[in-house]
């Protein structure tokens, strides 16, 4: 058994206590070992590379003996699979499948194939992959993706490498779309190599083996090893990619330069549907953005099939100086604008030169991957997990040049290989799979006083509904604990918080610049951090009165005025959504400074509606009464003055509220974010302007 100190370059994580809880189940080794795999990126990707393993089962129709192959199954990812993740195959079954087999130009046939040979009745459906597994002996494989054995399976000479660094005891397959006669082209080249530890695939990835489950992880990670280890000693330091040919200004100003542009690119790119954004200046990324050989290298493209499948064919490259001002935006706008018909235009013609006559229709001609010399990346895509993850991809495929240029010359797929596995029918048929994206998919939204109480409750549904949503509230506390909430039940890609008193302009200015930064732009705001203050005439305080103005309407309006700058960029439409109150519309007692705050916030709305409707961006209003449940509001002295008003105890006030309600209903801060989402769930999209009162029905509080 091998230890951490034998491997530098990747990250040696078996642990024989973990492994001795497993009681010997090979099919629970062979989810570790994945798990373990997907943990280091640089191993593999997120969902790409599979692994197996082939065990004896009983028959369930005839009790007898039968050899099952458990192998990943499509569309899984190494690092988070369970074992229902697995395909369970009778492999003999799979074997037999050659008897079948017509030749490549029937390839798409035989995955249908493959469920006729599932042993396992819970089985995830078959991968591509599993040919590639199925005929080859060895008990336990890894087919992985790491960059340090793509860079010499891309560089032109990667054979004559392969063979000498390892002595002939890696085999070498040339590149060739995988399906089933490249499992039959690796059986063929164990046959001519007996005794070889692993085949490098052309352009591709890596394949490993051993007859236990630690021998086959650490034959994996010693072959990636001797790879970087490799690379490492002809590393060419500061001429990598030529050499740096210019110098990237200092992190603050990279980062808001990004802020800045990325709601202009986030315009460009949704020109088919609403895109999600990521940036990156990780140094990998600007070592390579900054070079002399980013014109030669950038266009031409990746080369593993996993790289391209998630960044296109290639990334667009902006002409603009990291120095030059970015403020003037319509200058930018027809700056740019040229270079994005151009990309789209290459992407058509790439299209119409490779397709065939059952290719599916051409996709979003859009870029994933935009290259911003001396600032860094940027890619969108559908949701903020696919933009993250092509970033992720393009930086594998910057790691695999930067290896590949080192010790020889790095070559991309030629164009129609490209094509054809990007357009690949089954491929297609993998998309068509996927689950119907939600009513919010691919739109941003940003509730302030989201801490808790009717904020957290809205920005909950949002993100329920598909939103990436942005936490923000005062209350640092509270804003910690509902992020912490929110990132386990929806995962980091749907969710920032932000620190927010919405009375300070420069902080709102920094909250929109770290939406943007996340996210890509900005599509619905929610104006909801309040204040609440029942007092009598006489006994109003100015101090009382300045922070009912300042937090309700001035919070309002300077949230409001800067959200609207990046709407307008975008060019998207937008939705604002005002949580105003039923005072704003009764006269009650004790109450002159909160119900007049609460007026002024409607008619702002009303206001605001009547001017942002031409950029289609509607303002709508919802007036909740008396949401007692999780609020910071009723926890203080409001609940007191309101009990005092009303001449009952504190403890009585849920039941009294819904007992005056035409529903005798208590209101909950979910219905408030019911309410919020029928605006802007797309059933309501006509509608600017309008109040929606979630109050369990005050006929005084009716609009007329």
């Not at 070992?33 to 197996?52: E, H, I, Q, V, W």
């Not at 494989?141 to 005891?169: M, Q, S, V, Y």
């Not at 998919?441 to 993100?463: N, P, Q, R, Y």
């Not at 604990?481 to 980091?492: N, S």
Request: charged share 25%.
């Amino acid at each position: 058994m091998k230890k951490k100190e034998d491997f530098k370059h990747v990250s040696y994580l078996w642990d024989e206590q973990k492994v001795s809880q497993l009681g010997g189940d090979e099919v629970a080794l062979l989810v570790y070992r994945s798990n373990l795999l997907g943990a280091d990126l640089r191993l593999t990707n997120y969902g790409g590379g599979n692994t197996s393993c082939k065990t004896i089962e009983k028959d369930p129709l005839s009790g007898k003996d039968t050899e099952v192959m458990w192998v990943k199954g499509s569309g899984g990812d190494l690092g988070t699979m369970k074992r229902n993740g697995l395909a369970g195959l009778y492999l003999e079954r799979l074997r037999a499948l050659k008897s079948r087999y017509r030749g490549l130009q029937h390839e798409d046939e035989m995955v249908q194939l493959f469920n006729h040979c599932i042993f396992d009745l819970d089985s995830k459906a078959p991968s591509i992959d599993t040919p590639l597994h199925a005929f080859l002996p060895f008990k336990h494989i890894d087919h992985l993706h790491p960059d340090a054995a793509i860079a010499i399976a891309a560089a032109a000479d990667g054979e004559r490498i392969t063979r000498e660094l390892f002595n002939g005891k890696i085999g070498w397959v040339p590149w060739q779309r995988p399906g089933f006669d490249l499992g039959l082209k690796l059986r063929e080249c164990l046959d001519r190599n007996p005794g070889i530890r692993g085949i490098m695939l052309g352009s591709h990835g890596l394949f490993t083996w051993g007859e236990t489950s630690l021998e086959c992880y650490e034959n994996t990670l010693d072959v990636i090893e001797q790879c970087a280890s490799y690379l490492a000693r002809h590393d060419k330091g500061d001429k990598v990619f030529g050499g740096q040919v210019m110098v990237s200004p200092n992190q603050q100003e990279r980062r808001r330069k990004a802020a800045q542009l990325m709601p202009l690119l986030r315009h460009f790119c949704s020109s088919e549907r609403k895109m999600i954004g990521h940036f990156s200046d990780d140094d990998r990324i600007l070592e390579f953005i900054n070079s002399a050989d980013l014109s030669r290298l950038g266009p031409m493209g990746t080369s593993c099939p996993d790289h391209f499948l998630r960044t296109k064919i290639s990334p667009l490259i902006l002409k603009i100086k990291p120095s030059e001002d970015l403020s003037d935006l319509e200058k930018l706008r027809a700056e740019l604008s040229p270079a994005f018909e151009g990309y789209r235009k290459m992407y058509g013609a790439y299209y119409e030169q490779c397709k065939h006559i059952d290719s599916p229709a051409m996709r979003d001609p859009n870029p994933v991957i935009i290259l911003f010399p001396g600032i860094g990346m940027f890619s969108f895509a559908r949701d903020k997990q696919t933009a993250r993850v092509a970033m992720e991809f393009y930086l594998n495929a910057v790691n695999v040049m930067r290896g590949a240029e080192a010790v020889s010359a790095y070559t991309a797929l030629p164009r129609q290989e490209a094509f054809n596995i990007e357009y690949w029918l089954l491929e297609e048929a993998k998309l068509k799979r996927m689950p119907a994206a939600k009513p919010l998919s691919g739109k941003i939204a940003l509730v302030t006083g989201s801490g808790g109480g009717i904020g957290k409750a809205i920005a909950k549904k949002f993100a329920a509904e598909g939103a990436c949503v942005v936490l923000s509230d005062n209350d640092h506390g509270r804003l910690e604990g509902a992020r912490d909430e929110f990132l386990k039940e929806f995962g980091r890609d749907s969710v920032v918080a932000v620190q927010l008193d919405v009375t300070d302009a420069s902080g709102i200015v920094s909250a929109i610049q770290t939406t943007n930064l996340s996210f890509g732009g900005l599509d619905i705001v929610v104006n909801n951090a309040g204040i609440s203050i029942s007092k009598p005439l006489e006994n109003h305080e100015e101090k009382d009165w300045d922070s009912l103005y300042d937090i309700l309407v001035k919070g309002q309006f300077l949230m409001s005025r800067e959200a609207v700058k990046t709407m307008k960029t975008q060019k998207l439409g937008g939705d604002i959504i005002n949580i105003v109150s039923k005072n704003a519309l009764v006269a009650g007692p004790n109450n002159v400074g909160y119900g007049s705050a609460k007026a002024a916030q409607l008619h702002m709305t009303r206001l605001m509606a009547a001017e942002l409707g031409p950029d289609k961006i509607r303002v709508n209003a919802v007036n909740p009464d008396a949401v007692i449940a999780d609020s910071k509001i009723w926890a203080g002295a409001w609940a007191e003055g309101r009990a005092n008003a009303y001449g009952i105890k504190v403890e009585d006030l849920p039941a009294y509220y819904a007992g005056r309600t035409l529903l005798n209903e208590i209101i909950l801060p979910s219905d408030i974010a019911n309410a919020c989402f029928v605006l802007v769930g797309g059933n309501l999209n006509k509608s600017t302007g309008q109040t929606i009162n979630v109050d369990g029905g005050l006929s005084a509080a009716f609009t007329r």
